[in-house]
Nanobody
Framework: QVQLVESGGGLVQAGGSLRLSCAAS????????MGWFRQAPGKEREFVAG????????NYADSVKGRFTISGDNAKNTVYLQMNSLKSDDTAVYYC?????????????????WGQGTQVTVSS
């Protein structure tokens, strides 16, 4: 069983930055693909960014490319999401997730473990 705990959310003005953290139990970063997802009110949960098992590759939703960066610290078993140039459309609850499968995928349904989420609110 994997436990994921997100932190770092908050209220920020448009154009500002936040860094989200996802602390994982066990050797998660080296054993699972990790992803960040978000869900705004009335919308489906969507992929934001992912990092493959061991951190060899990353991918991003088009809406955040060039603004967000996902990274991992194997020693701390923590995955980060650096968010710059934030927009009001980025307002959502952000979730960290772990995928034990073979393929590296942005599909929500492929992820096996989820954190409780952290709220990010961007004021315009």
């Amino acid at each position: 069983q994997v436990q994921l705990v997100e932190s770092g959310g908050g209220l920020v003005q448009a154009g500002g930055s936040l860094r989200l953290s996802c602390a994982a139990s066990g050797r998660t970063f080296s054993s699972y693909h990790m992803g960040w997802f978000r869900q705004a009110p009335g919308k489906e949960r969507e992929f934001v960014a992912g990092i493959s098992r061991g951190g060899y590759s990353t991918n991003y939703a088009d809406s955040v490319k060039g603004r967000f960066t996902i990274s991992g610290d194997n020693a701390k078993n923590t995955v980060y999401l650096q968010m710059n140039s934030l927009k009001s459309d980025d307002t959502a609850v952000y979730y960290c997730a772990a995928d034990r499968g073979v393929g590296f995928t942005p599909r929500v349904g492929e992820y096996d473990y989820w954190g409780q989420g952290t709220q990010v609110t961007v004021s315009s």
